[in-house]
């Protein structure tokens, strides 16, 4: 094609970086120094250009319909000419009309390196969201790593010409500062914490930086934020406002915790209480239960006697129906006997007497005699919970075993007695606890 045909001679140049650490590296010629002369971005034809993995050279240069830019990514190593940079070759051959050398910027923008920023934010007021009239000074310090991925959005954002790193990290903490000033200032509110405790907060505080400051960097800068780490959130102890703050809740932490002692001691108070009034209240039901068997045992006896009596009056009042029946006229001799009526009287006195009889024998059925006096009839009071109950007897003890409320250690009294005594060191009641009798088996029926 004839491109890049020399008409002044020269050197070739080699275009290349060799720093070792960088972000953006401008090329130019060898011993040229910066702005000195045109020369500095002449780009001889046949030059080298050699590009390292995990960078890029960037080449800016004019041409008649303004300002161009190409890209050669790393890894990358040749010459300048049509058969290796067809991209280069057809842009520079239309521009110049083939001459050289031909006039271009180049940068070498490193891709894989990591730069690491330290950020120490001086102390700024924090307010604590319930006493808003202290303000306490706080400091963060930390540091912050990103790199270069989106390289054509981070040349869109910056000139390259005369790019200086320094400049470039100041920019950089100066946004970290006021982004974690803002997140910091507003973590009590949100979090619900006191000022002076947010330190046990650092790593939700790390969190929410983190997530806010790499849109950020990548909006604002071109660059991708790979970590964020805030070592230290720092009070100034010495300040008016951290005193006078530590006073205000140290004063309402000791109010608070003898408040939950003593809703703590009333609940337990009440708590032994209710259990007081419940057992009381238990043993009263079961009182009453008990003389209300009793009172029906006993009313059940009386009443057959009392329905015995009534019968018998029934029974009586027709005998003297009976009498009167025979003598009825029923058509004879008034002084004759009357058969018809002696008939009738005795087959109504036949039907009494049946009646009679079965109504001795429903009432034999029915009443049975009272329990016999003995160890039941004993009266023993007991001691729950400082409070003494009953008196109760054995059956009633007994019922109170199985429901288990009274225990071989509960203590019990009764007359005669010189001391409370626990219930199974009582002759008398110490069969009560001996669950592990087992009757004998019932005898064989004839």
Not at 43 to 65: C, L, P, Q, T
Request: glycine letters at 8%.
């Amino acid at each position: 094609m004839g491109l890049f045909k020399s008409r002044e001679g020269g050197l070739m140049d080699v275009i290349r970086c060799d720093e070792k650490e960088y972000l953006v590296w401008k090329w130019r010629p060898e011993g040229q120094g910066l702005d000195s002369t045109r020369t500095e971005n002449s780009i001889r034809y046949g030059s080298s250009v050699r590009v390292k993995d995990g960078e890029v050279a960037v080449f800016f240069y004019k041409n008649n319909d303004g300002s161009q830019q190409d890209f050669i990514v790393g890894p990358y190593d040749g010459t300048i000419k049509t058969a290796n940079l067809p991209i280069l070759t057809s842009i520079i051959g239309l521009a110049y009309a083939h001459e050289t050398p031909f006039q271009a910027e180049v940068y070498f923008i490193n891709l894989s390196g990591i730069n690491q920023v330290r950020f120490a934010i001086p102390y700024f007021d924090v307010f604590d969201p319930r006493f808003m009239d202290f303000a306490v000074p706080m400091a963060v310090r930390g540091n912050i790593t990103f790199n270069i991925t989106d390289y054509k959005s981070f040349i869109k954002l910056h000139r390259l010409i005369n790019f200086e790193l320094d400049d470039f990290q100041k920019q950089i903490k100066d946004a970290v500062a006021k982004y974690i000033k803002g997140i910091v200032a507003n973590m009590p509110s949100e979090y619900g914490i006191p000022v002076i405790q947010i330190e046990k907060k650092i790593l939700d505080i790390n969190k929410d930086v983190a997530a806010y400051l790499k849109t950020r960097l990548e909006n604002d800068f071109g660059v991708n934020l790979q970590s964020l780490d805030i070592s230290s959130i720092e009070a100034d102890k010495s300040s008016v406002g951290y005193s006078s703050l530590m006073q205000v809740t140290q004063h309402q932490t000791s109010r608070t915790i003898e408040a939950q002692t003593d809703v703590n001691i009333k609940n337990i108070y009440d708590t032994q209480r209710i259990n007081a009034e419940n057992m009381e209240e238990t043993l009263r039901i079961q009182r009453e239960e008990s003389q209300r068997v009793q009172r029906l045992q006993t009313e059940s006896s009386f009443i057959n006697a009392h329905a015995l009596d009534k019968q018998a009056e029934v029974l009586s009042a027709a005998a003297n129906n009976l009498g009167e029946m025979g003598s009825v006229n029923l058509g004879g001799d008034g002084n004759a006997m009357n058969p018809a009526g002696l008939m009738m009287g005795m087959a109504i006195g036949g039907a009494m007497g049946g009646q009679m009889g079965n109504m001795m024998n429903q009432m034999g059925q029915q009443m049975t005699p009272p329990p016999v006096p003995g160890n039941n009839s004993a009266s023993y009071m007991i001691a729950v919970n400082g409070q003494q109950f009953g008196p109760y007897n054995i059956q009633q003890l007994q019922q109170l075993v199985q429901n288990g409320q009274l225990t071989a250690q509960t203590y019990v009294w009764k007359p005669g007695m010189s001391n409370w005594e626990f219930a199974a060191s009582v002759q008398e009641l110490s069969g009560l606890f001996n669950s592990g009798i087992v009757p004998p088996p019932i005898p064989a029926m004839p």
